[in-house]
T-cell receptor, first 116, second 114 residues
């Protein structure tokens, strides 16, 4: 069964700190890894990663994938209170049924709290 | 703005009383998904539609059904809700299935079962 594990489960920091969120995975026929930010509503898409070693960046957020070691990290620099959210990692992999489109499996999320 | 809309945001139902959650999209995406997310847990895929083709996850209870009458709308029917079905239900869409299609989520419906 495909598995996505995120760490830490929760993290409390102060504004201005830099944080690193981790996501490791075991999936059949890995295709891509996605990061989402979930506040008190729908998850919003942050990044999609398909290739190892290529950093994706959006403002203060960046992410990189290591397909050899089967993990990804999400970095947030100069954190702000608005960064407080649950960060979800999800991985596309071919499911056990071997369908052409695969299956997206989510991790349990990291709860980030940023204090002023 | 093109988006995914779920109604209602909050739903309270009684134990055993059927309930229907709705989702609509203006993205014209082919794929619509229903996820169940319990507190502090990962979203769990219940089923998805690829166009009119219904795909049920093997571990989705029979108590959960879905309908997609047209491209824009998809419904989640819970025939006999139990206390364990209390959760956030997320609808999502994607243009296609696979690596180049991020999911776009609605704001979710939080279901309470009394």
């Amino acid at each position: 069964e495909d598995k996505v594990v995120q760490s830490p489960l929760s993290l409390v920091v102060h504004e201005g700190d830099t944080v690193t969120l981790n996501c490791s995975y075991e999936v059949t026929n890995f295709r891509s890894l996605l990061w989402y930010k979930q506040e008190k509503k729908a998850p919003t898409f942050l990044f999609m990663l398909t290739s190892s070693g290529i950093e994706k960046k959006s403002g203060r957020l960046s992410s990189i994938l290591d397909k050899k070691e089967l993990f990804s990290i999400l970095n947030i620099t100069a954190t702000q209170t608005g960064d407080s959210a649950i960060y979800l990692c999800a991985v596309w992999g071919a499911n056990a049924g071997g369908t052409s489109y695969g299956k997206l499996t989510f991790g349990q999320g990291t709860i980030l709290t940023v204090h002023p | 703005d093109a988006m995914v809309i779920q109604n209602p945001r909050y739903q309270v139902t009684q134990f055993g009383k059927p309930v229907t959650l709705s989702c609509s999209q203006t993205l014209n995406h082919n794929v619509m998904y229903w996820y169940q997310q319990k507190s502090s847990q990962a979203p769990k895929l219940l089923f998805h539609y690829y166009d009119k083709d219904f795909n049920n996850e093997a571990d989705t209870p029979d108590n959960f059904q879905s309908r997609r009458p047209n491209t824009s709308f998809c419904f989640l029917d819970i025939r006999s809700p139990g206390l364990g079905d209390a959760a956030m239900y997320l609808c999502a869409t994607s243009r296609a299935r696979g690596i180049d299609s991020p999911l776009h989520f609605g704001n979710g419906t939080r279901l309470t079962v009394t």
